[in-house]
């Protein structure tokens, strides 16, 4: 079935970039979404990209669409200790229409090091 | 801004409880969903549903039921609470477009 595979774990130290990967299977997503979940909350939608675009920048955030290998990325910038969250990666359900039904991955939790 | 609420942030309940877990949501919008959240597995969808009394199942239905007598309101049914069901239960709601708009999630411990 449809399945989004993302790693468990990131570490980095402040300042540095990080890179969170995704993988999926569908490859009829129309939308492609990254969340983010901070300690004690639900998720928040922090960035999305179109399944036609191969990049999408957003300030310090930079998503990269790769549709033949079935491959999205996060690219946080300069990372600071308030982005340690759990990033999860979704796409739409094939068929889903407008009922706005994804499938999400496991989720990246991000440490982020003084 | 879009606010979705879900009555307890926290619950105790013992094995062969009936639990009922509520979400509310304030802009109007079409689509509910439930989900679990569990370490390792992400979110795995319970039920959704796309109107008032319309329902879907979703991955893992078993051992739940929900109701949506109003728009705004959706309802998610442990009929009888069993240790397995542990977990953090999420809340959603979508309007036309794909965006889900996330509860803070109510942590459920049955003991």
């Known amino acids: 079935g449809e399945d989004v595979e993302q790693s468990l774990f990131l570490s980095v130290r402040e300042g540095d970039s990080s890179v969170i990967n995704c993988t999926y299977t569908?490859?009829?997503?129309?939308?492609l979404y990254w969340y983010k979940q901070e300690p004690g909350a639900g998720l928040q939608l922090l960035t999305y990209?179109?399944?036609n675009m191969d990049m999408k920048q957003d300030q310090r955030l930079t998503v990269l669409l790769n549709k033949k290998d079935k491959h999205l990325s996060l690219r946080i910038a300069d990372t600071q200790t308030g982005d340690s969250a759990i990033y999860f990666c979704?796409?739409?359900?094939w068929g889903s229409g407008n009922t706005g039904k994804l499938i999400f991955g496991q989720g990246t939790t991000l440490q982020v090091k003084p | 801004d879009v606010k979705v609420t879900q009555s307890s942030r926290y619950l105790v309940k013992r094995t062969g409880e009936k639990v009922f877990l509520e979400c509310v949501q304030d802009?109007?919008?079409?689509?509910m969903f439930w989900y679990r959240q569990d370490p390792g597995l992400g979110l795995r969808l319970i039920y959704f549903?796309?109107?008032?009394?319309?329902?879907e199942k979703g991955d893992i239905p078993e051992g739940y039921s929900v109701s949506r007598e109003k728009k705004e309101r959706f309802s998610l049914i442990l009929e009888s609470a069993s240790t397995n069901q542990t977990s953090m239960y999420l809340c959603?709601?979508?309007?036309?477009?794909?965006?889900?708009?996330f509860g803070p999630g109510t942590r459920l411990t049955v003991t």
């Open positions: 569908d490859s009829s997503s129309t939308y």
């Open positions: 990209i179109f399944s």
């Open positions: 802009m109007d919008h079409e689509n």
């Open positions: 979704a796409v739409d359900r």
């Open positions: 959603a709601s979508s309007g036309q477009g794909n965006e889900q708009y």
């Open positions: 549903s796309y109107d008032v009394k319309m329902k």
